[in-house]
T-cell receptor
Framework: GEDVEQSLFLSVREGDSSVINCTYT??????LYWYKQEPGAGLQLLTY?????DMKQDQRLTVLLNKKDKHLSLRIADTQTGDSAIYFC???????????FGTGTRLLVSP | DTGVSQDPRHKITKRGQNVTFRCDPI?????LYWYRQTLGQGPEFLTY????????KSRLLSDRFSAERPKGSFSTLEIQRTEQGDSAMYLC?????????????????FGAGSRLTVL
């Protein structure tokens, strides 16, 4: 089945690292994604990872994938107030054709 | 290209009325998706098109919902006899995939959404 879970809320101080976690259930997922949603806006793709990779780094973003535990995380280094948003992880399902999203983690960055 | 456009951005209607949303995808994208997002939840898949063909519909898409993409470019999502439970943000996304069974990352580009409020 398709089920993606995330913690609801994370609060950090500016300059700290943020780690947002996600668990998924579909063992056949081959791509996992992180999207960001700011108030009143659509979802913006941040990064994605293929399931045969353990880690992917892109500037301040580091994605870690533990396929055995079906656990995905997004680390944001040197978090800024502009990073405050809702972050969604998503997995591909149904033969790569659609994305299934988690409930989202609201990140609040305080000065 | 200005990305994925959705219209209207906000629609307020009375229960029982019909509403229609329009989505203009990125011009070179052949895939178009509709998602629904309620407050505090992630987007839920409704349906998707490959060019003009509607290839999959979610169980969430009741008989009151219909989506079309007549020429493989823009799409419309119509909700008939709206109910208060239809109040949500309706998101459109597009992507480029050459084959129905194509592998590889499916990178969806989302529009800003159309917010529906049913009174």
């Amino acid at each position: 089945g398709e089920d993606v879970e995330q913690s609801l809320f994370l609060s950090v101080r500016e300059g700290d690292s943020s780690v947002i976690n996600c668990t998924y259930t579909d063992s056949s997922s081959t791509y996992l994604y992180w999207y960001k949603q700011e108030p009143g806006a659509g979802l913006q793709l941040l990064t994605y990872i293929f399931s045969n990779m353990d880690m992917k780094q892109d500037q301040r973003l580091t994605v870690l994938l533990n396929k055995k535990d079906k656990h995905l995380s997004l680390r944001i280094a040197d978090t800024q107030t502009g990073d405050s948003a809702i972050y969604f992880c998503a997995e591909t399902y149904s033969g790569f054709q659609k994305l299934v999203f988690g409930t989202g983690t609201r990140l609040l960055v305080s000065p | 290209d200005t990305g994925v456009s959705q219209d209207p951005r906000h629609k307020i209607t009375k229960r029982g009325q019909n509403v229609t949303f329009r989505c203009d995808p990125i011009s070179e994208h052949n895939r178009l998706y509709w998602y629904r997002q309620t407050l505090g939840q992630g987007p839920e898949f409704l349906t998707y098109f490959q060019n003009e063909a509607q290839l999959e519909k979610s169980r969430l898409l009741s008989d009151r919902f219909s989506a079309e993409r007549p020429k493989g470019s823009f799409s419309t999502l119509e909700i008939q006899r709206t109910e208060q439970g239809d109040s949500a943000m309706y998101l459109c996304a597009s992507s480029l995939r050459f084959l129905a069974g194509a592998r590889g990352a499916n990178v969806l580009t989302f529009g800003a959404g159309s917010r529906l409020t049913v009174l």
